[in-house]
């Protein structure tokens, strides 16, 4: 059974902190790893995806994924009420290629 | 330009009823998914299209038939809806099914039955 996990939350950062969300998965043929942000009562959003070990940045977010640990972490610097949101993990298995989301962590900044 | 719409946004009905939720997207992608978000929030694949063809279908009962008319379209009809079935329904496009494709989706489907 292919799982990616999550920690549920609420995950609470201070505005202007760093904002550290975890993902774990269990298919170690995955190769692609997807971080989505999903407002309230909204659809998924794709804010990162990353396919290869080490870090890859974008504006505010860093994605870093570690293959051999079979971990995907999604960093957002200076962290605003805005980036309050759930942020769904997805991995894509080079097995059959389907995608499996994790339950997502719900994450709130305080101003 | 709405990238992939879905109609109705809200559907409320009985137990035993036969509802539609129709799909479109106008990226011109060859793959689409319907997906069922329940209670908890947890996001689940039923169906993917490539191109008018199945190529993904998870175990999701026989009540669930998608049908996609052209590869701009797919449609989920539910048959003897149930009261399990009540939840968000997303459609999702994306340009091909390979790994690296981003997954569009529309703006949900929020079915509830009473």
């Known amino acids: 059974q292919k799982e990616v996990e999550q920690n549920s939350g609420p995950l609470s950062v201070p505005e202007g902190a760093i904002a550290s969300l975890n993902c774990t998965y269990s298919?170690?043929?995955?190769?692609?790893f997807f971080w989505y942000r999903q407002y309230s009562g909204k659809s998924p959003e794709l804010i990162m995806s990353?396919?290869?070990?080490g870090d890859k940045e974008d504006g505010r977010f860093t994605a870093q994924l570690n293959k051999a640990s079979q971990y995907v972490s999604l960093l957002i610097r200076d962290s605003q009420p805005s980036d309050s949101a759930t942020y769904l993990c997805?991995?894509?298995?080079?097995?059959?290629?389907?995608?499996?989301f994790g339950k997502g962590t719900r994450l709130h900044i305080l101003p | 330009d709405t990238a992939v719409s879905q109609t109705p946004k809200y559907l409320v009905t009985q137990m035993g009823n036969d509802k539609s939720i129709k799909c479109e997207q106008n990226?011109?992608?060859?793959?689409m998914y319907w997906y069922k978000q329940d209670s908890k929030k947890f996001l689940k694949i039923m169906f993917s299209y490539n191109n008018k063809e199945l190529i993904i279908n998870e175990t999701v009962p026989n009540r669930f038939s998608p049908k996609s008319p052209d590869k701009a379209h797919l449609n989920l009809h539910i048959n003897s809806l149930e009261l399990g079935d009540s939840a968000v329904y997303f459609c999702a496009s994306s340009q091909d099914r390979g790994q690296t494709d981003t997954q569009y989706f529309g703006p949900g489907t929020r079915l509830t039955v009473l």
């Open positions: 990226l011109g992608h060859d793959t």
């Open positions: 298919d170690r043929v995955s190769q692609s």
């Open positions: 997805a991995v894509i298995s080079n097995r059959d290629d389907k995608i499996i």
């Open positions: 990353i396919y290869s070990n």
